[in-house]
């Protein structure tokens, strides 16, 4: 059973909203979590183009620069200089990327990956003329789109502009300036070792990827170059004080993917000019069709969301590859692990269905449904090195989340419960050995946490886990999804099993002494007195009961010394004390996978389990945080999601160590922005209900999002503090539809919006109603008919007819 340990703490948590979710207002604790909020440092975080509308924000962005090469995200998101982060480059294809990246080395040195690195060797290097050449770290720059540097050799200057087009192609576009007094001739050598073969004025080949997965027929020329002895020539003469700019490219092309051919051909028949900018307008062409724009106050926490939708779109293989990864989907960690793996798929899932194309999310669930052949879920088999387990996770859960915000025919839903049926009855046959409606780990590495799980490391054996609640909320979205086609028996039977499931968590894991959930030892029948965050799962997804006596377990969330907000560690800290002193410290280390499962606790517990140790001022603060270990030393300028972080100094606020897996996404958090701060909660009908999280913001925004089939903006300013934030827009909380106003508050509470009325109506909590409206059109998400062809192409790999 292949498995490479992390060796870090996390832990994964669900959020299943409750019917009965109150408004939640950002009044402190009884409780001592008194870190405060980080402070954050860098340059100026660049605004965006145009002022936010309640149109379509990102496109009009683009609009406004589209006519050039220099972009916001680009400018956003670029790293100049030296990063701290490391040499990293950001641009890749669907397939292709750098898995190591050599600056130095003129074209693109280091190791070129086509989902995997292909053999440990760069695509392609260039070599120019005599001597050598030195690159000027100072003058480096790079965006998502591309990247930047400048390189010396004695009166020879080179401006080195490479990117990665979508379909494969690495384009090296070298100008070349001759600083001197007198005319020079620079020899230009290129050479790759996937291209070797002559074939005109281009050198081709074949070759295998990792595990033989495919074959590529790479292709590479350049402008002006002759093809001989394994090898790329061209002699360049420049004039004194002139510059000559030249183009390299090699295209990995597969069958499977045709474009990768005629983005090939178009991008070598361009000029590099042109090359460049068709490349850089595509690119960013790409958020404008698919992000929502979101706009808070705090600066830094804005830039974060976009970095993190970066991370989702760099951290993505669209390889089309038969067997294994022929599906659009998430890798946990290009430079890493860089597999499917379930235990972080969720997490992915849950970010991914907030863009506006659904294939990004419904990709994943479709690929690991088609893998696990019916079972519980598993990792994908395309690579072995990190597959072959099935780790606690909550795909089915977040499905159904993606399903409710984009819908699709009742195959859809059918498609899914399907899977998720198979998935909850497979991890019950596997590990549920006593048959108690609980699953059991002997392991740490099951649950994703490996030597952080410090309730394994207090005896060995089988443990009754409380991360069964993740199987609970996968049996609810079976029985939803069942309801939604109309299989009334299915979904009775689901729900039974969730319900044996809740009773079990509540029963057989409650120590009604110590009013706490404990994992229990199966041997000894046991309650394990030593804890991680895992246990609060069952809260997560509205498993327990919501009465005083078992909210009383939340109270350990108000004592840093048991949970602190931050560092967010998987172990609770009084029993990692302990294990240390009884010669088990294992390790304690934090990840944004614990944030994650944080934010998903507050999700829920605010609204389902309102308790005197938990507030929406731990919330703030868990979000603040969150933010701050993305960016190294705080500083906004460098933000890098490692796979985890140790050695956290109090004393000086700093994390003294961030670990070898860089830009990873192990975890999410853009959901929590969406869902908890805007408010969004997805329904099963055509309403719109929004129930946030009060922070005490003065404004926020998330425009056009893709909601079933129309766009759906959030809008909150306060109009209690006279300062208008959003010009030309209705102060107050709003809804609107399509860039219509159809629904204002005054104040962030709880409502729900009918659209077939117009009528507001609020569960709990009030307000005035300053406007509404009916709107016509909208549908609930069994309504939404999926017709592009991505979609049914997807669907008909499983089978499935999108008719």
Known sequence: MPHRPRWLAFALTTVLTGSGATVLAAEPAM????????????????????????????????????????????RLLARPGN???????????????????????????GQVAYWESISDQPAFTVTAGSGSWTEQVAQRWQAPSHWRSTHTNGSLRMMQTKFITH????????????????????ALRVTSPYATTVNGSELTGQRAVKNNLTTLYPRLSGDGFTATGGALTRSVPVAAGATVTVKVQLGFVANEIPESLSDYNAFRNASAQDAFATHVRAYNLWWAQNLPYIDVPEPAIKKEIYYRWWLMRFNHLDANMPRAFEFPISVEGALGYNNAIVLTQ????????????PAWSYGDWLSVGKVSNGGRFVDNPGDPENWSNSYTQYIAEAAWRSYQIHGGQPAVANTLARYAEGDVK?????????????????????????????????????????????VYSGALAASQAYAAVGNTAKAAEMQAIADRIRTALSTVLWDSTNKLIKHRHVATNALVPWKEINNYYPYSVGAMPNTDEYRQALRLFADPAEYPIFPFFTANQRDKAAAAAAGQPGSNNFSTINSTVQFRLYSSVLR?????????????????????????????????????????????????????????????????????????????????????????????????????????????????????????????????????????????????????????????????ITYNQAYAGLQSPSQVRQTSTQMISMFRKVGVELG
Do not use: C
């Open 346 to 357: 969720p997490m992915h899932i849950d970010d991914l269905k907030y863009l506006r194309n």
């Open 83 to 109: 990063d701290p982060a490391g040499t990293w480059l950001m641009t890749r294809g669907r397939a292709v990327f750098m898995k190591t990246h050599t600056p130095s080395v003129l074209g693109f040195g």
């Open 426 to 470: 497979g991890q019950l046959s596997y590990y549920d050995r006593d048959n108690n409606g609980l699953i059991e780990y002997n392991w740490g590495a099951l649950t994703g946490n490996d030597a952080d799980a410090v309730s394994f490391h207090w005896r060995s054996g089988n443990l009754d886990r409380a991360e069964s609640a993740y």
């Open 31 to 74: 409780a001592a979590q008194t870190i405060g909020y980080p402070t954050f440092t860098g340059s100026a975080i660049p605004a965006p183009p145009v002022a936010m509308t309640t149109g379509n924000t990102m496109q009009a962005s683009y609009d406004a620069e589209a006519g050039g090469t220099d972009f916001w995200m680009d």
């Open 167 to 186: 379909n494969n192609v690495a384009v090296d576009n070298l100008a070349i300036t001759n600083t001197g007094s007198s005319s020079q001739t620079v």
């Open 608 to 768: 389902n389990y309102p308790n005197q140790w938990m507030s929406a001022e731990d919330y703030k603060k868990l979000l603040y945080w969150n933010t701050w270990a993305q960016y190294v030393g705080g500083n906004t300028q460098w933000p890098d999601a490692n796979e985890f972080w140790a050695d956290w100094n109090a004393s000086s606020r700093t994390i003294q160590y961030r670990s070898w897996i860089h830009h990873n996404i192990l975890g999410s958090s853009n959901f929590t922005v969406i869902e908890d701060v805007a408010g969004l909660r997805p329904r099963n009908d055509n309403q719109v209900e929004l129930s946030p999280i009060n922070i005490g913001w003065p404004n926020f925004a998330v425009n056009n999002l893709r909601y079933r089939n129309a766009d759906l903006s959030i809008v909150w300013d306060d109009p209690a503090d006279g300062v208008v934030r959003y010009a030309g827009i209705p102060q107050g909380y709003s809804i609107f539809m399509n860039g219509t106003r159809v629904a204002t508050v005054d104040r962030l509470v709880r409502f729900v919006w009918n659209p077939n009325t117009g009528a507001v109506t609020f569960p709990s909590g009030s307000a005035t």
